[in-house]
């Protein structure tokens, strides 16, 4: 069939989704940078192994919610991305004034979650000597919560459409505008008291709320968005756009939710082994979730590709997309092991001086180079099945993956073993890879089923 040929050619799928997915990548680094910035300035505080380990547990809990919020509002991709593959742009604006109301509906959970933190900390038994900096964190982090939300909204509006330069330059724009703010919040510049790890959290929570400004700014006016006319009326709460929202973005939510579960679960019970093994953990999962904002980036535009496709009623095209993902998405992560394996030392002299810290964060860099394979393939495929609008079987799997598998093997081997903090990474591990088969196993069953039903059906005749 014509589609399925177009979709074989393979330097033209290559390059097209490398141009989507580059921007995001940069957009990503760029993101996950306002968290390095954060981390090797909070390593520069008098209280730095408190500082930095109230980073790593505050931010577990903060990451927590932010993957919920996430992947409700992830929703909006697929479905902005086959309606404007069919050629509705209206209608996947309208989807966008929809996905509004759940935007709002999570950022008020999100907030109080970050208002509390402190008591939820305390009652995961997190090393006392970390809770009253890491409840001083989550406060300031609390009024960047509904921000966040609106930046989902829009970089998921944007990237369905196929745009993906917004998130590059909101991205680009955080971390550049990050850096002062840290140096006047942290340090007590220009007349401001020393805030420490809370003014880390106000700074945030600042560029936060700029990124969204700048968001709307650019949709409202940039010549791309002109056919979807965003902005042009307001729409109230529709219940069956909702549902279909939520029938796809509540798995969705669950399975990142999940996923995220077992880095945020290794976090607050490697705390539990106090201030030192908490540090090298956040120096080690820090660099690894930054090398990850390359997969990720190949995700979203894995997902807008098949998604398009759908929208085009051309699911060959689908299965190539999908594939074209996984095989750029093991070429990358072969690379990030690489430098892992190769410079642990290089990367944690980066964060700190501290020997006693860097030790840990060499040894833990070792387990970070092993799962980056299985962490690239079930993305990828994760976002490919999204495309799909395959959302709710992905979850069943991410429960078996990360929390019967990794979890319970990461806390077993840590504390019943007594392996320390690398007990937690074997477990990870784990997780990853049973995740990594399963998604990888069903998007490519799924993808040759449509495949084979396309090449099926009969063509009408004249």
């Known amino acids: 069939m014509t589609s399925i040929a177009v979709a074989r050619d393979h330097p033209a799928e290559i390059r097209r989704t490398l141009q989507l997915a580059t921007p995001v990548m ?71 004034r929809q996905a509004f109301w759940l935007a709002l509906a999570v950022a008020l959970p999100f907030t109080g979650l970050m208002v509390g933190g402190g008591e939820v900390l305390s009652r995961l038994d997190v090393d006392a000597a970390i809770v009253p900096t890491a409840d001083g964190y989550l406060g300031a982090l609390a009024w960047g919560a509904p921000a966040m939300c609106l930046v989902f909204l829009l970089r998921f509006f944007s990237e369905g459409t196929g745009h993906t330069r917004p998130t590059m330059y909101i991205g680009l724009f955080g971390v550049v505008v990050n850096v002062p703010l840290n140096w006047v919040l942290m340090f007590g510049k220009l007349g401001l008291p020393a805030m420490g790890a809370r003014g880390c959290g106000y700074a945030t929570s600042i560029v936060i709320w700029l990124q969204v400004l700048l968001l709307w700014w650019y949709v409202r006016g940039h010549h791309h968005f002109r056919g979807f006319a965003l902005f042009s009326r307001w729409d109230w709460p529709n219940l069956s756009s909702l549902r279909e929202m939520l029938r796809i973005g509540l798995p969705i939510a669950v399975t990142i939710f999940v996923e995220s579960s ?116 079930q993305i990828c495929a994760a976002g490919a099945l999204r495309g799909l609008k395959d959302t709710f079987v992905p979850m069943f799997y991410n429960v078996v993956s990360y929390w019967l598998v990794g979890l319970t093997c990461g806390y077993y081997l840590t504390f019943q073993r007594e392996l320390g903090p690398a007990g937690m990474w074997v477990g990870m591990i784990a997780g990853l890879s049973i995740g990594a088969v399963l998604m990888a196993t069903r998007f490519l069953r799924t993808s040759r089923r449509l495949q084979v039903s396309e090449a099926a059906t009969p063509v009408p005749g004249p």
């Open 262 to 377: 077992l880095f945020v679960a290794a976090a607050l019970l490697i705390g539990r082994l106090g201030p030192i093994p908490t540090a090298g953990h956040l120096i080690a999962i820090n660099f690894s979730a930054l090398m990850f904002m390359i997969p990720a980036g190949l995700t979203s535009a894995v997902t807008t590709r098949v998604g398009n496709a759908i929208g085009r009623g051309e699911p060959g095209a689908a299965r190539y997309a999908g594939l074209i993902g996984l095989f750029l998405v093991l070429c990358s992560q072969t690379i990030s092991a690489a430098v892992m394996l190769l410079l642990p030392g290089a990367i944690v002299s980066i964060y700190t001086s501290d020997e006693t810290v860097a030790a840990v964060a060499v040894a833990l860099l070792f387990y970070a180079a092993i799962f980056q394979l299985p962490d690239g393939i």
């Open 26 to 96: 940069i957009g990503l680094v760029a993101s996950l940078g306002m968290n390095f910035v954060d981390t090797v300035m909070a390593g520069r505080l008098p209280d730095k192994d408190v500082a930095l380990a109230a980073l790593a547990t505050g931010g577990a809990l903060w990451s927590a919610m932010l993957m919920l919020a996430l992947g409700v509002l992830m929703a909006l991709q697929p479905v902005v991305a086959q309606l404007d593959g069919a050629g509705l742009k209206q209608e996947a604006a309208a989807a966008a």
